[in-house]
C-alpha cells in the first residue's frame, strides 16, 4: 500500500500568490483530513470529508482557505491570497470508518 | 465540549529511565483511543490504539497504554526509553458520533544517552 500521498513536500512563494496542496489518500478510505501543524498551535483539523462531501470545515481559518474533494482519490488544499503566516506543515490523513487515520508526509509550506 | 489534555508539555530523560506520559479525554461516552507519534521532521505514526477488551494494550516498539475508566486516562508507558525514542507524542480519541480525531497538545519527549 503505497499510504497517503501529498503533493509538494515543500512550497516556497512569496505572500499573496496562490497555493495548491494535494493529497492522495489510500485506496478504500473513505475519509479524508486535511490538518495544519505550527510551532505555536500544534496541530489543526482544518477539514474533513466522508465519502468526497465536506462534512466539518469549522477548522478553516478564513475565506482564503478552501478545499475540494472531486473524487474519492483526490482532494485539494487551496489558499489565495497567501500570508506569511500561512506558513506551516500541511498533513493529510485518511482512514476507513473508526480505523486509525494514516496520515501523509505532510507539505512544508513558506509563504515569503 | 470535547477535549484531551496532556499534562506533560516536556519530558526530558536519560537513556533507560521509564516514561510515563498522562493523556485524559473529556467526553461521556464511548471512545477509541490512541496514542500517535511523530519523529523529528516527520508525519505522525501510529503507536497504539484501543477499542474494546483489555485496558492493557500493547503498541510497537515496546510502548504500552493503560485505559481507565473511571480516569477518563490512557496514560503512556515504556519501561526503559532509547535516545531514538525522542519525538512528540500526541494523545487523541475518536467518538462514536464523529469521525473527528480529537488531538492533544502533544508532549515532546527529549531522551539523552
Known amino acids: 500500500d503505497a499510504g497517503v500521498i501529498q503533493s509538494p513536500r515543500h512550497e516556497v512563494t512569496e505572500m499573496g500568490q496562490e497555493v495548491t496542496l494535494r493529497c492522495k489518500p489510500i485506496s478504500g478510505h473513505n475519509s479524508l483530513f486535511w490538518y495544519r501543524q505550527t510551532m505555536m498551535r500544534g496541530l489543526e483539523l482544518l477539514i474533513y470529508?466522508?465519502?468526497?462531501?465536506?462534512?466539518?470545515d469549522s477548522g478553516m481559518p478564513e475565506d482564503r482557505f478552501s478545499a475540494k474533494m472531486p473524487n474519492a482519490s483526490f482532494s485539494t488544499l487551496k489558499i489565495q491570497p497567501s500570508e506569511p503566516r500561512d506558513s506551516a506543515v500541511y498533513f493529510c490523513?485518511?482512514?476507513?470508518?473508526?480505523?486509525?487515520?494514516?496520515f501523509g508526509d505532510g507539505t512544508r509550506l513558506s509563504i515569503l | 465540549a470535547q477535549s484531551v489534555s496532556q499534562h506533560n508539555h516536556h519530558v526530558i530523560l536519560s537513556e533507560a529511565a521509564s516514561l510515563e506520559l498522562g493523556c485524559n479525554y473529556s467526553y461521556g461516552g464511548t471512545v477509541n483511543l490512541f496514542w500517535y507519534v511523530q519523529y523529528p521532521g516527520q508525519h505522525l505514526q501510529l503507536l497504539l490504539k484501543?477499542?474494546?477488551?483489555?485496558?492493557l494494550v500493547k503498541g510497537i516498539k515496546g510502548f504500552e497504554a493503560e485505559f481507565i475508566k473511571s480516569k477518563f486516562s490512557f496514560n503512556l508507558r515504556k519501561p526503559s526509553v532509547q535516545w531514538s525514542d525522542t519525538a512528540e507524542y500526541f494523545c487523541?480519541?475518536?467518538?462514536?458520533?464523529?469521525?473527528?480525531?480529537?488531538f492533544g497538545t502533544g508532549t515532546r519527549l527529549q531522551v539523552f544517552p
Open positions: 470529508f466522508n465519502n468526497n462531501v465536506p462534512i466539518d
Open positions: 487523541a480519541f475518536l467518538s462514536y458520533n464523529t469521525d473527528k480525531l480529537i
Open positions: 484501543y477499542f474494546s477488551g483489555d485496558p
Open positions: 490523513a485518511s482512514s476507513s470508518g473508526t480505523q486509525p487515520q494514516h
